[in-house]
């Protein structure tokens, strides 16, 4: 299967940092086009012919766009199963699936619930102890995760192998840590992994590129 791949993405957007990792795993050869998110450019006239949300990643692959992450992932998977590293093996397919698509929860109570609030919400609207009981939402999700991995004795979120549940979990994770959450004090075992998954070279090579010379937030250090 030689089609080409085409990943428009911004930086620092963990949909797209998705795709990017499973792009990596699987040694995939692609076109890329890094977008500012600042000004505008995924509202533009080429993303939008692709993507009527006018949202990033917008994804190609031959004839096919396919714009939602985790479906773009799958697509991945399914048609380069043997290609790089398996990311949904059979006998751990259960663990992987359900982890996959719970991992979901975390980007809820983090971006969707805390840091989407907080950016766009003026400050003298911004209810405090909404956001406080926001926090604590976030820290009993993260607390969840943190006995997954106390439980399952596993070096990876949902199997013994990285997998596509690391794929979509670990860069949600990652993005906690850049809003600036206490992870090595609150859980641990949950930053040992991170500290182990971003030497990996997958997500050495995706890393958000502004990450890399600008400080963390600070927005979710008292969590
Ligand atoms: N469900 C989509 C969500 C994509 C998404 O929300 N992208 C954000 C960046 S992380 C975006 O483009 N936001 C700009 C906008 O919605 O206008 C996916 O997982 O691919």
């Known amino acids: 299967m030689s089609q080409e791949i085409f990943l428009y993405w911004g930086s620092g957007s963990t ?48 004839d096919l766009v396919i714009n939602e992450s985790i ?7 399914d048609n380069f199963k043997t290609q790089g590293t398996c990311l949904i093996p059979k006998e751990s397919q259960p663990s992987i699936l359900q982890r996959t698509f719970e991992a979901l929860n975390l980007q809820k109570f983090c971006n969707e619930n805390i840091v989407y609030y907080v950016w766009r919400t003026p400050i003298e609207k911004q209810d405090g102890s909404l956001l406080i009981q926001k926090k604590k939402d976030l820290n009993v999700e993260l607390e969840r995760w943190e006995n997954y991995l106390a439980e399952q004795k596993t070096e990876f979120i949902a199997s013994s192998q990285f997998s596509m549940a690391d794929v979509i ?41 502004h990450w890399k010379n600008t400080q963390n937030s600070t927005m979710l250090s008292d969590c």
């Open 71 to 77: 479906a773009a992932c799958l697509y991945l998977e």
């Open 169 to 209: 979990f670990f860069p949600q994770l990652a993005f906690c840590v850049r809003m600036g959450y206490p992870l090595e004090s609150k859980c641990p075992k949950l930053f040992k992994y991170y500290e182990t998954l971003r030497k990996r070279s997958s997500i050495e090579k995706s890393w958000p590129p």
């Open 15 to 62: 949909p797209c940092w998705r795709i990017q990792l499973v792009l990596e795993e699987k040694n995939l050869q692609y076109e890329q086009k890094l977008l500012s998110f600042e000004k505008q450019e995924h509202k533009s006239e080429e993303i939008m012919k692709l993507n009527s949300r006018g949202q990033l990643p917008t994804f190609k692959i031959g």
